[in-house]
């Protein structure tokens, strides 16, 4: 008991030091943890293959070491950086789910991560910028980011149109299949336009057409005759 209220004597004595102190440690435990540049990862190399053509696909592979696992929540942007800034603004890539560090603690080379390059994008030399943000602890956010060497996009060929394509409709086909009743997509019901029924009328009877009757003056002969009977000449009237 003499202990007890010896510790209790204590520290009601020096409470105030002590809530300085603790609030002093918590301070500066958080400006250490806002402040501290944890080595969350460090992305070493990103590869770009070659052969990258406007509307088709580019592949790359990052190489990678991180002292984080699974659990740290994270969000990986990609971008393409034009060499010519006055071509066009930097364009963020999207379209792939793969996040490649998504892995445990440890170093690595990524499988091929495929991502689309938009057809509107123009031809030109680019950049691969790879940005990754982890969360500690929902709180502190560190970015990682990494850009690879400039990289030249073509204007794309036929065979590349034409394999775009064929992706596009193995694609439409596999939504088809996935759902119950695709034919309702394929086939388009025209509806029947309702039938117009015309009251029937009597034909009016039309009046026959007469011919205008044009009359004719009577024509008269007018002779001349000698002593001897014998018409000399006639004049009609």
């Not at 066009?88 to 390059?117: F, H, M, W, Y």
Request: net charge positive; glycine share 4%.
């Amino acid at each position: 008991m003499k202990i007890l209220r010896a510790v209790i004597n204590f520290l009601w004595k020096h409470l105030a030091t002590i809530l300085s102190a603790t609030v002093i440690i918590a301070i500066a435990s958080l400006v250490l943890f806002f402040t501290f540049p944890f080595d969350v990862a460090k992305f070493k190399n990103v590869n770009v293959n070659d052969g990258v053509q406007v509307g088709g696909v580019l592949e790359y592979t990052n190489e990678y070491c991180q002292n984080v696992g699974k659990g740290v929540p994270r969000e990986i942007e990609r971008f393409l950086i034009p060499k010519d800034k006055t071509l066009i603004n930097p364009v963020e890539l999207s379209g792939n789910p793969t996040d490649e560090t998504l892995q445990d603690a440890g170093c690595r080379t990524s499988d091929p991560i495929k991502l689309p390059i938009d057809s509107s994008i123009p031809p030109g030399k680019y950049k691969l910028l790879v940005k990754v943000k982890y969360y500690l602890f929902n709180m502190r956010k560190i970015t990682v980011q990494v850009e690879s060497e400039y990289f030249q996009i073509t204007k794309p060929d036929f065979a590349n149109q034409l394999f775009t394509l064929n992706q596009k409709i193995d694609e439409l086909n596999g939504e088809l299949k996935s759902r119950k009743n695709p034919t309702v997509v394929n086939t388009i019901s025209i509806p029947t336009p309702p039938t117009v029924q015309v009251p029937f009328r009597e034909p009016t009877p039309v009046d026959p057409v007469v011919a205008p009757q044009v009359q004719t003056n009577p024509i008269t002969e007018t002779c001349t005759i000698n002593l001897l009977g014998i018409k000399l000449f006639c004049r009609q009237e």
